[in-house]
């Protein structure tokens, strides 16, 4: 299975069509409405719209209640949801079972104890998304452009395939790559020029850089569900869930 790639905070047409031309396989949609990358209801169907068919739609809520995900999920028609709050495994299988989507859900990476933390998912979400945690004072739960420490991956073994954030730009997104075997890699900030707007040269960049790297390396820090890949619940790029 190829790397995924998702370019996360896609609010205008312009940077949606950057994604898609680069060859983006997911792109996310912010519904938070501190960040500067907050998308409302009727610009997210349009977006959605545009894209469906050629990238999959991932709506990223943080700790969203049911009736805002309902609406979401009405209006805007997305193919995963993308919990980046402190939703609970509980809370995950509840939203997983409810909407009838895949989940990716987000935890911040700064500890082993974080890493041990991780099991606990398995089974309740489809995807995990290995982020750096919020810097303290930080306005915003993810999002903010700072990595963590990779080497904390290694040895890693989750039956849940796992994608890697935080802090990824095209320069970095060759490294990780070659030192860490995640299923996908999601970027926001690191295709910006300014908190919230996207430049289509860097979203390109981004995606040559990850795909260019996208081999098998030697001293691999394998992600086993990306080997069994074809088995995974996002095997094929039109059903997700399949
Ligand atoms: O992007 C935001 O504004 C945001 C707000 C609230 C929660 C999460 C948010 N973004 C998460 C992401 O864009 C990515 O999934 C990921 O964390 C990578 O972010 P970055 O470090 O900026 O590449």
């Not at 719209?49 to 997305?78: M, N, Q």
């Not at 909407?99 to 859900?105: A, Q, S, T, W, Y």
């Not at 935080?166 to 060759?174: H, M, Q």
Request: a negative charge; one cysteine or more.
């Amino acid at each position: 299975m190829s790397l995924e790639i998702k370019i996360c905070g896609i609010n205008t047409p312009d940077a949606l069509d950057a994604a898609l031309e680069a060859g983006a396989d997911m792109i996310g949609m912010v519904f938070f409405a501190p960040s500067p990358r907050h998308v409302e209801h009727a610009t997210a169907h349009a977006l959605a719209e545009r894209a469906r068919g050629r990238a999959r739609v991932v709506a990223l809520t943080v700790d969203a209640d049911d009736s805002a995900l309902a609406e979401i999920v009405a209006r805007v028609r997305p193919d995963i949801l993308q919990l980046h709050g402190k939703e609970t495994p509980a809370r995950v299988a509840a939203i997983r079972a409810r909407f009838e989507l895949p989940v990716i859900k987000a935890i911040g990476i700064a500890t082993q104890a974080d890493i041990d933390g991780l099991k606990a998912y398995e089974g309740s979400a489809d995807w995990l998304l290995l982020d750096a945690k919020a810097p303290k004072g930080a306005a915003l739960p993810g999002g903010n452009g700072v990595t963590f420490d990779w080497t904390l991956l290694a040895g890693l073994s989750l039956a849940t395939p796992f994608m890697l954030s935080g802090g990824l730009d095209p320069s970095n997104v060759g490294d990780a790559l070659s030192l860490i075997r995640p299923a996908g890699v999601d970027v926001s900030s690191g295709v910006e020029r300014a908190p919230g707007v996207k430049d289509p040269d860097r979203i390109a960049a981004f995606v040559r850089a990850a795909r260019a790297a996208d081999i098998e390396p030697v001293d691999a820090i394998r992600n086993p569900a990306r080997a069994c890949a074809a088995s995974a619940p996002y095997a094929n790029q039109t059903s997700p869930a399949s």
